[in-house]
């Protein structure tokens, strides 16, 4: 509940403040959304399978955001920024999926 | 999550038991069945208990049994079939931890009690059953673990008491810690053996069997789930979905869930979503606001290659355009200048070839006689004064003069192209009035001339005068226009 509140606030706030991405972080930023949806689709599976626990999610939330942006940025710097950039985003998109598979299933039996 | 550590060591509670009452029925059997539903049976993790089996080689090495036991719970977690290599945030580290835990001392607690039994040669021979030496835990320390357990699936115990549990069975081995660790392993190696010969009456053989049954199948739901890219490293979980209670806890967990409570975790989860709300409603105004900003350097080359390219194609196809139009404006101006000229020419030579009526200012002069006496010359003469004077159209009569026009004829009948003229004949000629009527009428000229032949003349000058009379040309048959250029 608190975290469905805190996901309200966030974006209230995102809308309310409006504020500009510095330039050097444009690249990357969406690289961390979607990073960090795939953590919290992990956080909702792994809660579901009851297995959920803070530590493992605040761990894995951070070090995914920052593994992801790590990775475009060293892609960036390599001068395959692009395709780095897509290559995240396919791994992390199958497993927001896969997960997403797993909800599903654990909610709906299907 | 608190049940399902619940229901882990539950869990490990009933396959202790399974294998403690299958062994009093059929020792070999037993380690095989339960070896179905312990995923932590990878041969590796026990190798090494197994190598530690020879006394006199390993025992004075591996004197801590404390850093052993957690290395080959690592290993049990990283290696289990279920392990998939990724970090999945759903990985409970802490419960995968925390499970081998509660096994690892376990064999080293039946250990103890089975090493007076059991000769040390059997240890390599039970080796592939040696997982199952983690059952014993229920059975072995019934003080701790096994009066710990019950409890804990009966009421879904928070995690802090799996904790406690695993705490516990830690200290139950540090109580045994003095036990010399070689013994210990052998003792896991044939734990089957041991449990039965320590808690052979306590169940019936029946439901030995069973338990494992169980245990295997929610280890295909949740191999199957793994499947998935679930990638959770706890492969001793499979006791965790329990069929009766996972179909309704998926909802009512998440109805819990909903439940407010300001727990540390429930605060930082719910900081950490609102970090990603912020971060994904930040992305998306960027990348509505601005499409350009967030390109890389060379998308933006590209971009600029290509509206640079566009932008020349255009420019060319523009310039075409504008000299295609610039042509057809000039080429109809001077479609129309010449049609100008040409209908201007064909006035004027209409009119000078006499196939065009005219009019302007002129002169009409009146040539009579009282009896036949002007002459075809003198009518010649008069017509070359006027030429000469700059008539420019002339009639004589309801004739036309034009440049192949002659006079022939005798006084009286004089003819004019084939036409015999009747006195008197009346001159119309378009041209400068005063100019042509002076030059007739100077002394010794045409009027004079009129004169000596014995008829009259008078010249009136006039402010219109219409040469109506036409003349048909024949089409040149030989002469042909020479072509422009020439």
Redo the contacts between chains.
Sequence with gaps: ???????????V???LI????P?NL??Y??I??VA????????L??????????????T??L??VVVAALIVFLG?QL?V??QMTTAVIVVLG??IF??A??IR???F?A | ????DGRRDAAHGGDAGAAARASDGTPDETPTDAAVPHDRAVPDDRAVPDDRAVPDEHAPRDDGPGHHAPDDDARGGGTGPEHTP??????????DDLAPDDAAPADRAAGHRGADTLPPDDGPAIDPRDPLGLGDIGLDEPDAVAARSPVEVGTAGE?DQTVDVTRRVREVDDDHGDVDETVTQHAATTTATTTATTTASSAPPTTGPAVPVIAADPADTVAD?AS???G?A?AD?PP??ERPAG?R???A??AH??????T????????????????????V???TDTQL??L?Q??LVRLLDETTTRADELAREAADLQREHDELLSGSDRQQAALDAARRNAATQGILTGRLPATGPGVRVTLTETAPSIRAATMLHVLEELRNAGAEAIQVNDLRVTASSAFTGAPGEIVLDGVTLSPPYRWLVIGEPDTIATALEIPGGAVAKVRTDGGRGTVETLERVDVTALRELPEPVHATPVPDGR
């Design positions: 509940m608190i975290a469905v509140i805190g996901l309200v606030l966030g974006v706030a995102g809308l409006e504020p500009t991405v330039a444009q690249p930023l969406p961390a959304v960090a949806l795939d953590a919290l689709f992990g956080g599976r792994a809660f579901l399978d009851g297995i959920f626990d803070e530590r493992v999610f605040l894995s939330f070090s995914n960036d001068g920024g692009s199958i497993r896969s997960n598979a797993s299933r654990h909610l039996k | 999550m608190t049940t399902a990724d970090d999945d945030a759903p990985d409970a580290l802490g419960h995690p789930a998935d890219g679930a959770r706890d979980a965790v979905p179909e806890s998926a909802w967990r998440l869930a909903m439940r407010p409570r300001t540390t975790g429930q605060l930082l989860t719910a900081a950490l979503c609102a970090l990603l709300g912020f971060a994904l409603v930040v992305q105004r960027q990348s900003g967030s890389r060379d998308d």
